[in-house]
């Protein structure tokens, strides 16, 4: 399958800092990333839709000024957290869709554990 | 809007036992694919099923897509401990939107 590679693993932010998170498909193309956050034993939540070239497309009650997203090229994200906060501490993991056919598949990076205190 | 309930929730079991997770909507998919994750890990992608009554194995997983592609299952067979982990299901809608709708998952605990 293909790859996809997150960094860092994990971060540890003071309040008040932002922090930068990397999604890259190392093998293919995406054209579309996806973010997602997950809070412990629970599912993936779908923060925003990342296209490359245009503004990424988020979920309704995500902010978008307090996570910004950058698709500059079609094989790079980046997810920022802005002037982070204890509750923005979670496990946010990307994945990206390599298009062709009449279905799709999503391969997703290994996540990013950050930790604000 | 487009709901994927999975069910059980949490299943814990011993070891050599079989065990079926379920995946249900009243929406069609264009695809089904099945992840399983490990703490602190992204989902790792298991099968993705396409046609509707198609059946995937994978050593002792078993999965089908509903007839009618609104509904799919995964069966194991002699769980083992190793098989232990968080199952995701995910839907695809055929849109050119192409994002997944995701049930709530399983945790799965097999004793040994």
């Known amino acids: 399958g293909a790859v996809v590679s997150q960094h860092p693993s994990r971060v540890i932010c003071k309040s008040g800092t932002s922090v930068k998170i990397e999604c890259r498909s190392l093998?293919?193309?995406?054209?579309?990333m996806f973010w997602y956050r997950q809070f412990p034993k629970q599912s993936l939540m779908l923060m925003a839709t990342s296209n490359e070239g245009s503004k990424a497309t988020y979920e309704q009650g995500v902010e978008k000024d307090k996570f910004l997203i950058n698709h500059a090229s079609l094989t790079l994200s980046t997810l920022t957290v802005t002037s982070a906060h204890p509750e923005d501490s979670s496990f946010y993991i990307c994945?990206?869709?390599?298009?062709?056919?009449?279905?799709?598949?999503?391969?997703f990076g290994q996540g990013t554990r950050l930790t604000v205190v | 809007t487009q709901l994927l309930e999975q069910s059980p929730q949490f299943l814990s079991i011993q070891e050599g036992e079989n065990l079926t997770v379920y995946c249900n909507s009243s929406?069609?998919?264009?695809?089904l694919q099945w992840y399983r994750q490990e703490p602190g890990e992204g989902p790792v992608l298991l099968v993705t099923?396409?046609?509707g009554g198609e059946v995937k194995k994978l050593k002792r997983l078993t999965f089908q897509f509903g007839d009618a592609r609104k509904d799919s299952s995964l069966h194991i067979t002699a769980a083992q401990p190793g098989d232990t982990g968080l199952y995701l299901c995910a839907g695809a809608r055929g849109d050119s939107n192409y994002q997944l709708i995701w049930g709530a998952g399983t945790k799965l605990i097999i004793k040994p």
């Open positions: 929406s069609v998919f264009s695809s």
């Open positions: 994945s990206a869709r390599e298009f062709g056919g009449l279905w799709t598949e999503a391969f």
């Open positions: 093998d293919f193309q995406a054209t579309t």
């Open positions: 099923v396409v046609t």
